[in-house]
T-cell receptor, first 114, second 116 residues
Framework: KAGVTQTPRYLIKTRGQQVTLSCSPI?????VSWYQQTPGQGLQFLFE???????NKGNFPGRFSGRQFSNSRSEMNVSTLELGDSALYLC?????????????FGPGTRLTVT | AQSVTQPDIHITVSEGASLELRCNYS??????LFWYVQSPGQGLQLLLK??????LVQGIKGFEAEFKRSQSSFNLRKPSVHWSDAAEYFC??????????????FGKGTHLIIQP
């Protein structure tokens, strides 16, 4: 079974721009969660989508948003990029809500904001 | 709110020696506990998980972990490390039943260095 895939793998953007990251979960998985990983803050939870609805949200500003499609694929959008948004963005999928099932992570998208 | 502490930022172990990585968690109810490993430039790979039942859980690559409720710990062990085990290791706690606002809460990680 194919794993979690994320596109693009690397991205360079300028401050003020916006960016959209994509995540395709493992086939049959209905929940997708997003995490931000930085050297200073470590791994931080952004949000979780299940059945096209946001179920949980971490402590991030409204510039960070996401959505999930009927095929469980998910996108994450960051508007008005700041230098501090430079990070590895990880997507994880699970069979259902992550509180009940283990999550499997993709390789991540490395975002650099200049 | 749930939290995870990994007291050791770096650990150096000789190849063939035993390994124990420490993890302490704070959570008001019964937690879900996980260990993940991350190699440079890669995503996270699940090593093992504890949901309920037997407190000693076996994982992949010869790793095991023991859940000790009284100590709020979930330490990761391996009897004999290999050079390929060099990586970053993360302990994580999840809220049982979902519905929480925290998703998975990760520790800061322990960087494992293997000496030849």
């Amino acid at each position: 079974k194919a794993g979690v895939t994320q596109t693009p793998r690397y991205l360079i953007k300028t401050r003020g721009q916006q960016v959209t990251l994509s995540c395709s979960p493992i086939s049959g998985h209905r929940s997708v969660s997003w995490y931000q990983q930085t050297p200073g803050q470590g791994l931080q939870f952004l949000f979780e989508y299940f059945s096209e609805t946001q179920r949980n949200k971490g402590n991030f500003p409204g510039r960070f948003s996401g959505r999930q499609f009927s095929n469980s694929r998910s996108e994450m959008n960051v508007s008005t990029l700041e230098l501090g948004d430079s990070a590895l963005y990880l997507c994880a999928s699970s069979l259902a809500l992550a509180g009940y099932y283990e999550q499997y992570f993709g390789p991540g998208t490395r975002l650099t904001v200049t | 709110a749930q939290s995870v502490t990994q007291p050791d930022i770096h650990i150096t172990v000789s190849e063939g020696a035993s390994l124990e990585l420490r993890c302490n968690y704070s959570y008001g109810a019964t937690p879900y506990l996980f260990w993940y490993v991350q190699s440079p430039g890669q995503g996270l790979q699940l090593l093992l998980k504890y949901f309920s039942g037997d407190t000693l859980v076996q994982g992949i690559k010869g790793f095991e972990a023991e859940f000790k409720r009284s100590q709020s710990s979930f330490n990761l062990r391996k009897p004999s490390v290999h050079w390929s085990d060099a990586a970053e290791y993360f302990c994580a706690v999840g809220a049982q039943g979902g519905g929480g606002a925290d998703g998975l809460t990760f520790g800061k990680g322990t960087h494992l260095i293997i000496q030849p």
